[in-house]
Each structure stands twice: as structure tokens, then as C-alpha cells.
């Protein structure tokens, strides 16, 4: 399949700080759990496709990783921050068909009552949607893949795959997400299973 791509920059929580529950709350979930979600892609000229992602969550990153992914763009910019990335410990994985990559972020931040945002970060691109086009743009600085869903607690929800991505400074939360491919990946049908 082949997708034209062009420069598109969504908004995304990545680096978030993970709401503290209540005591004596009941249970939300967390970690260890597993999504299978449906990827859906497709371009102004019609082309689309399909396919299944499952995503592992073994734990989520702590504060302490947050503050040091923090530090490292906020003093080397993206390449520190790649590399801080790249020797974080592996906190999961994400399959594609025959495909895994490896999580080294991952967060979940509560973002209404019943509900959260999960926020993913691959170590590597799981995919240039488009980058076989004649005129693709160059894959260059597209070193990371970032997946951003909302889950309610009874583990259902929705939401988008950057497959290849680079994050820049900007936007509301100091980070801005540039997605190689011309629109992020769909992510629907998300159902969670317990690891």
C-alpha cells in the first residue's frame, strides 16, 4: 500500500503526570494489561488499510523517568532525548502483524472520572505510511513512534498512532508530535485485557 505523506503535527500528552488516586477509591485499572486495537489508515486519494495492533503494557514509567525525558530535551532538544529514550528500560511492547517494538514510555493520566489517556512511546518507527511514494518526504529525524488512546474503565476506547514520528518543542503541553505521515493512524475498537 502505498500513502502520500506530508507534515502534520498533532497535540499529545506524552510526558504527563499520572493522577494520584483517592484513598479509598475503588480499583482503576493499570499495569500489567494488554489493548488490541484496529488500525485504520487512509489518504485524500482513497487508499486505505487495516490491520490489528496489540499493545503491552508491563508498567508504566515513573515521575522519576518523566522528569529525566524532561531534562534531556529540555537540554539536548530530540536527539537527548532519542537516546535518553533509547537507555530508559523497556516497559513494553507493541506488536504490528509479524512485528514487535519495543515500549520504552509509556504513561496513563486520568482525564475524566471514568476514564484515561495512555500515552505509548516505541524506541523505533513501526512504519513509513507513504515513504514508498516517488515523492516522499525523507525519513530523516523520524526516529520514534508515539501512540496516544483514550480507555474508559470498563476497557473500551479510541485513538492515534504516530508510526513514525518526531517530537519538537510547542503546543499547550511543551511538545508537539510531527507525524511523518500525512494524517495520524485511527486507532478504533480498542478493548482492554488484563496481562
Known sequence: MSLLASSSTIALIVFSLLAPQKPGSARRPTAPETFRAQARVSNEAGLAGAAYVDIHIDKYSTDADRQAMLAAFKDGGYPALVTALRKAPAVGSIKVGNDTFVVRWARAE??????????????????????????????????????????????????????????????????????????????????????
Open 110 to 195: 486520568r482525564s475524566g472520572e471514568n476514564k484515561r489517556t495512555i500515552s505509548v512511546v516505541t524506541e523505533k518507527p513501526m512504519l513509513f505510511v507513504g515513504g514508498g511514494n516517488v515523492n516522499a518526504k525523507p525519513r530523516e529525524g523520524y526516529e520514534l513512534a508515539v501512540v496516544q488512546f483514550d480507555m474508559d474503565d470498563s476497557g473500551n476506547g479510541s485513538g492515534t498512532m504516530a508510526a513514525a514520528a518526531k517530537i519538537k518543542p510547542g503546543g499547550p503541553n511543551g511538545f508537539e508530535i510531527d507525524d511523518y505521515a500525512e494524517q495520524p493512524i485511527k486507532l478504533t475498537s480498542i478493548s482492554r485485557s488484563l496481562s
